[in-house]
């Protein structure tokens, strides 16, 4: 289909307009797409395009939540209120029992705890959006697997179980410290929990539209009862959770449950990476090389339990310089369901942004194909100029 690209680039960033332009061309339906891009901390790439969609526009950005829930737990070990090799019990007491009393925080963050959800009976719509009844009802759970050992994707949960460290030694949640410290600051587009007056910029999370064939691969790829996948999914609750439903519910946008539940554009999320490693707005950057290159790099080597992937995580965000070669060994980010993607790469100094409102094809749960190649446009263009 054919849609018109909107917006501003930079001198020299031309090439990243013209692979979008092309993408967009190969597409048959409308994805309804934000990006945005800074190197060293300038705004050189802004543009969007489809029906209704602005550079204003807000969408709901499932995942790409965590990179801004961690980014506040990145902080708060920079600072040293947390320490990473501290026992999670030894902060939240009742996260001990089932053999989980001698977990670490950094294992936590490495997806190693083995409570991706809750195997008989699953979560609500609502205990979805509330970070504190899903710590609650984890904390007494026996791990899938042995805590501390091998790493899976805790999809729907992993904020929840940060966020609780993070309220039992600040007596704040992470979206009290994420306003203060990241959002307001920097006045970003990045919300963890949308106010009401913001409803009327969010535009509604669309479905995949696959073809027959589409429609078969991905029925071939559907969990078995039982396994981590189906139960880290939700999809033993009685009513399975359906993505897109979850996007557009009003109360998860309302309360922006650490792990799913922002809603945002692409400009907030790349400016949320860019004040994470550049001098923005005249304000040095919020993380240390040191704390940069802590929390990036490979943490977990192997296969996810969860999802099948090899070589998944960092600490709290996603190794991503494995899938894109173009990238940082230590640059971080995170994608999120329908195709977004959001990191900072401390080599290039550049920070990166796109979303999507419909969800694309094969990727239902994380970044979208054509990730790789806008990204790689953005990273040839900051080596140039």
């Not at 969408?59 to 990473?84: M, Y």
């Not at 309360?255 to 790349?270: D, E, K, W």
């Amino acid at each position: 289909m054919s849609q018109d690209v909107q917006g501003t680039v930079a001198e020299g960033f031309e090439g990243v307009r013209e692979e979008l332009t092309a993408f967009l061309a190969g597409e048959r339906d409308d994805p309804g797409v934000q990006l945005v891009a800074y190197h060293h901390g300038r705004r050189v790439v802004d543009l969007w395009a489809g029906e209704g969609i602005s550079g204003n526009s807000l969408t709901s950005l499932f995942s790409i939540t965590k990179g801004a829930a961690h980014l506040v737990v990145a902080l708060l070990v920079q600072e040293g209120v947390l320490d990473l090799d501290r026992e999670v019990a030894s902060y939240w007491p009742e996260f001990a029992a089932e053999g989980k009393d001698r977990l670490t925080l950094r294992e936590l963050l490495e997806h190693r705890a083995g409570l991706v959800g809750i195997p008989d009976e699953g979560f609500t719509t609502a205990e979805l959006a509330d970070d504190r009844l899903i710590a609650a009802r984890l904390a007494g759970q026996k791990p899938l697997w042995e805590a501390g050992g091998g790493y899976g994707y805790h999809a729907f949960v992993i904020g929840a179980l940060t966020g609780e460290v993070v309220r039992r030694v600040t007596g704040r949640s992470i979206q009290e410290l994420y306003d203060e410290r990241v959002r307001e600051p920097y006045a970003l587009d990045l919300h963890l929990g949308l106010p009401e007056e913001l409803e009327p910029r969010w535009r509604e999370v669309r479905p995949l539209l696959p073809t027959p064939e589409e429609a078969q691969a991905l029925a071939a790829r559907a969990a078995a009862p039982g396994s981590p996948p189906y139960i880290a999914f939700n999809r033993s609750a009685p009513e399975p959770t359906d993505l897109v439903a979850l996007g557009n519910d009003r109360r998860v946008r309302a309360l922006g449950p650490t792990s799913l539940g922002g809603v945002g554009n692409a400009r907030g999320v790349a400016g949320m990476y860019a004040a994470a490693i550049s001098t923005l707005d005249g304000r040095s950057p919020l993380l240390t090389r040191e704390t940069a290159a802590l929390f990036g790099g490979l943490r977990t080597p192997g296969p996810d339990l969860v999802t099948g992937g090899d070589d998944h995580f960092g600490l709290g965000f996603e190794y991503l310089a494995g899938r894109h070669p173009f990238l940082g060994e230590h640059c971080f980010g995170h994608s999120g369901a329908a195709g977004s993607l959001g990191f900072a790469d401390p080599s290039s100094g550049v920070a990166y942004a796109y979303t999507r409102r419909r969800f694309a094809f094969p990727s239902i749960v994380g970044a979208s194909p054509e990730n790789g190649r806008l990204a790689e446009s953005v990273l040839r263009a900051a080596t140039t100029v």
